[in-house]
């Protein structure tokens, strides 16, 4: 096996082993440490399809969670709106641009989200309307451009009370839609490649393992620990791509 092929792949098995840990998480990681390895452009149609299987598992079985009028009404509108102005952009923004844009948007994220993590354990109030719906309309087109709209999206639908496995599910549904909008739209473009689809075949594995590990630690582990320790990584690999 490529070292390449081989690195991604264990960069594939952490990413979703913090997706059955946390319910999210999983593409940003593997977007954000495979860029080092591959360009985005030729990454994304790799890893989104893939995802869309992880999805459809998730909705397939828990199917009953799953909060419709929320999704339906509150989030694909935005969502939709926002992830086709996305790919519209993802179309005609030139690679090195590219990476550089994702880098600084990691950046701040894992900032943001670090700071979250490390800071009051208070509740968090539901945002305004306006706020919620930039914060989602902005998801969209950041999933749109690098399939990796979930802490935005989080950032808002977590302040809304939702229990754990309804937030799992409706987040899960959500990005079987998007995700395949995308997968669409790889084809339809042309960046959906037999060599794509090789490179595929070798993650399959490592994401099915890291779904068994994650939600056999899931209970072992201090999951707050675990994703400051995630968004610690994730934080170093958003500044060495803004700085290479």
Known sequence: MDIHIFSLALIVLLAYITQAMTGFGSLIIVVTLGSHLYPIKFLLPVIVPLDILVNTYIVAKYAADVDRPLLFYRIVPLVGVGLLTGIAIFQFVQGALLKRSFGVLVTLLCLRE???????????????????????????IVQGLFASGGPLLVYAVGRLGLPKARFRSTLAALWLMTNSVLTLSYIVTGRLTLATLKLEAWLVLPIILGIVMGERVHDRVNEHLFRVVVYLILLVAGISIVVR
Do not use: C, E, M, N
């Not at 968090?124 to 969209?140: D, E, H, N």
């Open 114 to 140: 670090i700071y979250s993590l490390l800071g009051t354990t208070a509740p968090q109030r539901a945002l305004t309307r306006i706020k919620y719906a930039a914060s989602v309309f902005s998801a969209g």
